[in-house]
């Protein structure tokens, strides 16, 4: 069946450190993933996408990664800052598909 | 920036009852979407909504959920006799039609009692 899942719950970075997030995916019918950002008390938050016929798409502070060979999506984020702190999930949709199918969550914690 | 609205931000009812939860998308999007999170679970696909019907439906979103575009504005999901398992957040999500991200509502606190 579908599923997304992310390995570890929990990242402690310290502020001004680059993060990455790593999410493991299962379905290769998919074709296009996104991370979220979720601050306590708050919806998903829409930072970065990319499609499947890319391996990597740059935003502002940024990077997702997509390797397909071994169903691997990471989020990297330059220079983490206190504002960063919060749960992170990816989620991926079925090609020609509609709705989102959402990873179980890491938990960024930034270190001042 | 535009952005998903919902209420009411908490609802508190009893088992039983019927629960109207409210989302106004963003304006031009034409595609609406309702997602639930049970505290400390995955966020998880209810329903999708296109050109005033249902496109995608999820086994959770049984014949006790519905939903509906009264208005040009308002996107609502209707759960008819609540249980208590359907305590959650509720987010609703809306698209344009060309690009795929959708963007969510602050969601609504459900707590059935």
């Known amino acids: 069946g579908e599923s997304v899942g992310l390995h570890l719950p929990t990242l402690s970075v310290q502020e001004g450190d680059n993060s990455i997030i790593n999410c493991a995916y299962s379905?290769?019918?998919?074709?296009?993933f996104i991370w979220y950002k979720q601050e306590s008390g708050k919806g998903p938050q829409f930072i970065i996408d990319i499609r499947s016929n890319m391996d990597k798409r740059q935003g502002q502070r940024v990077t997702v990664l997509l390797n397909k060979t071994v169903k691997h999506l990471s989020l990297q984020i330059a220079a983490t800052q206190p504002g960063d702190s919060a749960v992170y999930f990816c989620?991926?949709?079925?090609?020609?598909?509609?709705?989102?199918?959402f990873g179980a969550g890491t938990i960024l914690r930034v270190k001042s | 920036e535009p952005e998903v609205t919902q209420t009411p931000s908490h609802q508190v009812t009893q088992m039983g009852q019927e629960v109207i939860l409210r989302c106004v998308p963003i304006s031009n999007h034409l595609y609406f979407y309702w997602y639930r999170q049970i505290l400390g679970q995955k966020v998880e696909f209810l329903v999708s909504?296109?050109?005033?019907?249902?496109?995608?439906k999820s086994e959770i979103f049984d014949d006790q959920f519905s939903v509906e575009r009264p208005d040009g504005s308002n996107f609502t999901l209707k759960i008819r006799s609540t249980k208590l398992e359907d305590s959650a957040m509720y987010f609703c999500a809306s698209r344009d039609f060309e690009r795929p991200e959708q963007y969510f509502g602050p969601g609504t606190r459900l707590t059935v009692t």
């Open positions: 379905n290769s019918a998919s074709d296009y």
């Open positions: 989620a991926e949709r079925m090609e020609y598909g509609n709705k989102l199918v």
């Open positions: 909504f296109y050109n005033n019907e249902i496109s995608e």
